[in-house]
């Protein structure tokens, strides 16, 4: 397949149909939209990832609806070639093997699930208790290095002050009459140790740390 970039006007050879349709503009359904003023939206990906042929072209040949490829290193390395944003697939994440439904709430919160309930392709570790002793085990620096350990510091986080300019949960939501705070937004992530604390004081939670580019 051959196109050609608009701004450079210097042809695209040989790239995956899918990145084609991702990167083609897409018609705004009503029209000319004063704040784009266009009528076309054109989806953002990274420059670098037209360099990378054989790598994109890797990433971007799977099953239509189907379940992505599991390339986790792949998508990695893309990214760490300046590929990024990397371009959207129309793919499901790839399922676990021998998947087995999460303990039922509130017996989950504090609970470590299934090894089978995630892919270990991409990772260092291959299961939760490689996770959870990794602590004794990993060498340098990590300031998640124990948060898998649920009985360990991750039972304490959130509900009591550890230091001069920490909150705890409940002393923050003191400020407000009970129920007028229903949203919190975690920009950290982890092992959603926050987001427990608050479903467990009937607050929903929002974690915006990651991006997520398989839907």
């Not at 040989?14 to 897409?26: D, G, Q, V, Y």
């Not at 990772?123 to 948060?147: A, I």
């Not at 009985?151 to 129920?179: C, H, M, P, Q, Y």
């Not at 992530?189 to 987001?195: D, L, R, S, Y």
């Amino acid at each position: 397949m051959i196109t050609t970039d608009h701004n450079t006007s210097q042809p695209l050879v040989n790239l995956p149909p899918e990145f084609i349709a991702f990167t083609s503009p897409k018609h705004l359904p009503f029209g000319i939209n004063s704040n784009f003023d266009s009528d076309k939206l054109y989806p953002p990906v990274g420059t670098p990832c037209t360099l990378f042929r054989d790598e994109l072209n890797r990433y971007m040949s799977y099953k239509v609806n189907g379940s992505c490829p599991d390339d986790e290193l792949l998508a990695q390395k893309l990214l760490l070639k300046g590929c990024e944003p990397l371009p959207r697939r129309r793919c499901r994440p790839p399922a676990p093997n021998q998947y087995v439904e999460p303990y039922p709430t509130p017996e989950s919160f504090w609970s470590t699930p299934s090894d089978s309930s995630v892919v270990w392709t991409a990772y260092t570790c291959k299961n939760y208790s490689c996770l959870v002793n990794r602590k004794q085990t990993q060498k340098g620096f990590d300031d998640c290095k124990d948060c898998f350990d649920l009985g360990g510091r991750e039972k304490s986080r959130w509900v009591e002050n550890t230091r001069g300019v920490d909150f705890a949960i409940d002393d923050v939501l003191a400020v407000k009459k009970a129920g007028t705070i229903r949203i919190g937004l975690d920009i950290g992530g982890g092992v959603a140790t926050f987001a427990v604390r608050m479903r467990e004081r009937n607050i929903t939670n929002n974690n915006f740390n990651e991006l997520k580019w398989s839907f």
